[in-house]
């Protein structure tokens, strides 16, 4: 990397993991001493943490056209004009601030570095800053990391049909290795004949990974793509870098694809035990890349749910009046804090031991969906058994699923926005309101399509389109403290507090220090400064 040019800049912390994601960098000029080109190496400094954070690869110049940092979109106007597409090659450095200053030429005059990050461009690590750029590249071993890294690229740009694609199943010591040190090993690969496609791999191959059920992050997903950077000589190791994070595709998801020919059956041995590498085709990468994508706009989009207050209706007036919709199921406890399905399952039927295998089988896929399948912004139809379901409430998630002693009667709920609460079934489109008679609490009925035909429906009947929109979070919070009013309010973060009562976080975070100490605190003041409010939401 001698003959590289590298350069230095500043970030903040907000706009770096902007450029991290979309893998663009930009200043407001070019740099003083040296223009930057492909190929060209920018680490940078994260101003907030104190640290130099990550490492990018210049890829190509593009056009400002787009606002994109934070500031550029508070001032409505296109600050950083400079623009490179650049590849983020190594992230997580941690270079604190205290290391680089102990470096030649920051060492004798540490002001020479703030100048240097706060520069509106980047900076050119030139002949006086050779102790430093040796300092960065020998600490990490950057140097051997991105001189393969530049070979295989060649060989990539040279001969692009040589790139390999390879399937790869990690538990808990790979997905470490991966994730925490950036390589995959497999010892005895050549002592296990299914997994002979290991020997097949090359620096500039590409490994799509799924991290199965005893990985330490991203269980039962394929999550992320590694290219090899190198290849031990016994092709016992590769050196990765990682390519790609996926939007995640789950092991349900995959078997699904499978099923309806999305994907092929070589995807079966993902959850095989003892499977580890298998080679696949351009073709077999290139679906998952598109399965992934299309997951990923269908989890943005809203849906629309069926959600019932009870057998006979007996929740129905709580929920409307309180602004919500909640599950019965007396004696649970919540369950918001199991993420697997499985332990869901069975910590469900540790507190219902008398329950048939063929009810809790019905009945705990409804309290998931009502959990965490139900997103803020999805809409609600409510069948008033009431009105003998001739009349439908319907309404819109604003808050996310809380465990809270609202009243007698609602313990379990999301917080709604109720667009309209008496709706004549008559005035549905049939085809949604043969789904009304299913059985089920909870089940989803529609996507935007559907919820489409609702909004037009909900106009018609002079539903305003603001209120068809999204909430905002803070009336969101003020809701919900609204329907708890004189009763145990919700949980809270205290920029959630800041936001509705205008405190600063900093007192906020004095008085919450306080009860933790004393268990106890007293406001005083002039009648109408919120006292009893703050409180209610501390109590």
């Known amino acids: 990397m001698a003959e590289e040019s590298i350069f230095l800049t500043g970030y903040n912390k907000e706009n770096l993991q902007i450029s991290k994601e979309h893998e663009i960098l930009g200043w407001k000029q070019n740099s003083k001493r040296k223009e930057l080109t492909k190929g060209d190496y920018v680490f940078v400094y994260d101003i907030d943490d104190k640290k130099i954070d990550c490492l990018f690869q210049i890829n190509s110049r593009i056009e400002a056209n787009d606002l994109l940092w934070k500031d550029e979109l508070e001032a409505n106007s296109i600050k950083y004009k400079n623009r490179w597409k650049a590849n983020l090659i190594l992230d997580n450095l941690n270079i604190d601030k205290n290391e680089i200053l102990s470096i030649f030429p920051f060492n004798t005059n540490p002001n020479r570095f703030f100048l240097f990050i706060k520069n509106p461009f980047p900076n050119f690590l030139d002949e006086n800053f ?105 092709q016992v190791n590769f050196q990765l870098s990682e390519e790609m994070e996926l939007n995640g595709l789950d092991l349900n998801t995959i078997k699904q694809a499978i099923k309806t020919g999305e994907l092929l059956n070589i995807f079966n041995k993902i959850s095989q035990q003892g499977f580890n590498i298998i080679k696949i085709d351009k073709s077999d990468y290139d679906s998952i890349i598109f399965l992934d994508k ?28 309180n602004n919500c919709v909640s599950i019965g199921y007396d004696g649970l406890p919540g369950l918001h804090f199991i993420k697997d399905v499985k332990k869901f399952k069975e910590h469900y039927m540790k507190t219902h031991p008398n329950e048939s295998s063929g009810r809790v089988g019905k009945v705990v896929p409804q309290i998931w969906n009502f959990i965490f399948e139900i997103k803020i912004g999805d809409f609600i139809i409510l069948p008033l058994k009431t009105h003998k379901s001739k009349l439908i409430s319907v309404g819109k998630v604003v808050g996310e699923y809380q465990y809270e002693n609202m009243n007698s009667e609602i313990r379990q709920f999301r917080p709604v926005k109720w667009l309209k609460k008496d709706v004549n079934i008559n005035e549905f489109d049939k085809d949604i309101v043969k789904l009304f008679d299913e059985h089920g609490t909870v089940y989803r009925i529609g996507g935007l399509t559907e919820i489409n035909q609702l909004k037009e429906m909900l106009k018609r009947l002079g539903v305003k389109e603001i209120d068809l929109e999204e909430m905002n979070n803070i009336s969101t919070k003020s809701i919900q403290l609204e329907n708890n009013e004189n009763k145990k309010p919700l949980s809270l973060s205290l920029e ?23 268990k106890q605190i007293i406001f005083y003041g002039c009648p109408g400064t919120s006292k009893t409010f703050l409180a209610k939401i501390f109590a």
């Open 130 to 234: 050779n102790e430093f750029r040796s300092f960065l590249l020998s600490k990490y071993k950057t140097h051997d990391l991105l001189k393969s890294k530049k070979k295989s690229q060649i060989n990539i740009n040279d001969q692009n049909t040589q790139i390999q694609y390879f399937l790869v199943q990690v538990n808990e010591l790979g997905s470490k290795n991966i994730l925490n040190n950036n390589f995959y090993e497999h010892p005895n690969w050549n002592q296990t004949p299914r997994d002979k496609d290991h020997g097949l791999v090359q620096s500039g191959d590409l490994l799509v990974v799924y991290f199965a059920s005893k990985s330490i992050q991203y269980k039962k997903q394929l999550k992320k793509i590694y290219r090899v950077i190198n290849v031990s000589e016994n």
């Open 496 to 518: 959630d507090i800041s936001k509705i009562t205008y405190f600063p976080i900093k007192i906020l975070k004095e008085i919450e220090d306080l009860l933790i100490e004393k």
């Open 294 to 321: 299309i997951n990923m706009e269908k989890s943005k989009e809203p849906a629309l749910w069926i959600v019932r207050a009870g057998d006979t209706g007996q929740g129905e007036q709580s929920a409307l009046e």
